[in-house]
């Protein structure tokens, strides 16, 4: 069986701690997409594990594939492999021979675009995500079956690299050396030679032998580059039809559509946030979930929950299930919110725009729920769903018959101990 966890909002939703909980069911962990622009947190007793590339899985010491879709730093990859066996964890990766390598041009590009970008800049994570997705879709990106093989690497880095430096050049950036870059690569090659395979055929083989595949996305459905908040978006598809391209998966073997719901609203970087809160609740929100970027440490920007853009998402992901995190977040405040559709130019519409002048300009129209207080949880742990303050749970069921899809798991708080299950996914 083969399950899908995506973000919903704008990232930052838990999908590394719903991805750690799910995982102890499932024989591999897949990344399909995205690079170490995610920030994903586990944490286990005191041991808090916060990782970019490799997938959460490795916790639980799964399979783990780093599929076609996923750009790699090889640098940051190498760190977590090696932080991950000093723990004395078994790391089992196979990259995919697809999967394009982040250079060091792609960062440098990355900051010459963002600093020219003005209004279009999307306040990057500056790790080369972009830079390196276009050079793929330009046809120059670098796999990995190009960085292993020596002499293919050589010629490809020597035709890309002078174009390179010719843009350099152009912002009056230093060049970069090619017996550098080669040296510092081709180490890379060498290590990673052994983790490299044909991943899609890896993939459906463990399905027919009966194996739990479960797919952990990266960012969020509104920051998928077609579907998202374009163009304050990242470069690659993170939803769930993602997941078959990404992967090399054919889509009929995805089962379940797990949508990740943080309840309220972040995002890191720029573009319009309706329902962004820039007054004392935003900063609450702020300080209460700890929103500050996991891969940048930027402070979040903080609002209600925005169900307009839930609801897009399922429309874009058909979500089978909810998974609600970081409700404990909202338990001090005396009213929440969450907006059922937007106000703009005096009518009420309530289908997500795609135009950012439209977007912008639009007032969230929201539904009040009392607040709950604090969380008895000895009592949730005892009685489960039924042991949350009865305004917490219409605040929850709310959500769920406003998109129409029901709760899997609740989540209020980042243990893995501090989590409701509604509904196992394998
Ligand atoms: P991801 O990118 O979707 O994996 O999410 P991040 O790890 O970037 O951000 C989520 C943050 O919220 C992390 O610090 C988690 O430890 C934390 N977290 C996850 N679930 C909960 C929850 O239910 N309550 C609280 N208070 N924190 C949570
Ligand atoms: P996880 O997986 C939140 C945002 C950046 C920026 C835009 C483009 O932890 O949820 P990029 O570096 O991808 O070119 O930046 O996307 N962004 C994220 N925001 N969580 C993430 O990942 C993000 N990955 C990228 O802030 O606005
Ligand atoms: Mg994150």
Redesign the pocket.
């Known amino acids: 069986m083969l399950n899908v966890i995506i ?1 919903t909002q ?4 838990g ?2 701690k719903i991805t750690d909980f799910y995982a102890k069911k499932a024989d591999v962990v897949v990344r399909f997409q ?2 170490n ?4 947190t586990v944490i286990v007793g005191e041991k808090v594990y916060k990782f ?1 590339i490799i997938p959460s899985g490795s916790v639980e010491e799964k399979i783990l594939i780093l599929g076609n879709g996923v750009v790699v730093d090889p640098k940051i990859l190498l760190e977590e492999i090696e932080a991950l066996e000093n723990e004395g964890k078994t790391v089992s990766l196979y990259i995919s021979e697809r999967a394009n390598v982040i250079m060091p041009y792609h960062k440098i590009e ?1 900051e010459i675009y963002e600093e020219l970008k003005g209004n279009l800049k ?9 830079p390196c997705y276009a050079d793929k879709i330009a046809r120059f990106g670098i796999r990995f079956a190009d960085l292993i093989d020596d002499e293919v690497f050589r010629e490809k880095l020597s035709i890309i690299l002078p174009m390179k430096n010719k843009i350099f050049k152009t912002f009056g950036k230093d060049p970069l050396d090619y017996n550098q870059v080669h040296e510092e690569y081709f180490k890379y090659g060498k290590i990673f030679k052994e983790y490299v395979a044909d991943t899609s055929l890896l993939l459906n083989k463990f399905l027919n032998e009966g194996k739990n595949v479960l797919m952990e ?4 459905t509104h ?1 998928d580059i077609d579907h998202g908040i374009y163009p ?5 598809h ?1 939803v769930a039809g993602g997941a078959s391209i990404g992967a090399g998966i054919p889509p009929q073997k995805i089962g379940k559509i797990l949508g990740v719901v943080k309840a309220y609203t ?6 319009p946030v309706p329902t962004e809160l820039k007054d004392k609740t935003g900063e609450h929100l702020r300080e209460r979930g700890k929103e500050y ?4 440490g ?1 402070p ?1 920007r903080c609002g209600w929950l925005d169900l307009v853009m839930v609801k897009y998402t399922h429309r874009i992901n058909g979500l089978t299930g909810i998974a609600l995190t970081k409700l404990d977040v909202l338990c001090e405040l005396e009213k929440v919110k969450a907006a059922t559709a937007y106000e703009y130019n005096g009518k009420k519409i309530e289908e997500f725009p795609a135009n950012m002048k439209v977007l912008s300009k639009c007032k969230p129209v929201y539904k009040e729920f009392e607040g709950w207080g604090e969380f008895d949880k000895e009592k949730i742990k005892k009685e489960g769903y039924k042991g949350l303050p009865e305004q917490a749970r219409k605040y929850v069921g709310f959500i769920s018959s406003f998109i129409g899809v029901p709760i899997s798991l609740v989540s209020y708080g980042p243990k893995r101990s501090e989590t409701i299950l509604l509904e196992e996914l394998f």
């Not at 972040?266 to 573009?271: A, E, K, L, N």
Request: charged share 20%; proline share 0%; net charge positive.
């Open positions: 973000g704008w990232g930052d939703e999908k590394g995205g690079g622009n995610a920030g994903h970019h990355d999307a306040g990057t994570t500056k790790r080369g995500i972009g996305g990266a960012q969020g920051l304050y978006t990242t470069s690659s993170t972040s995002r890191v970087g720029t573009g970027g996991t891969t940048t930027r979040r």
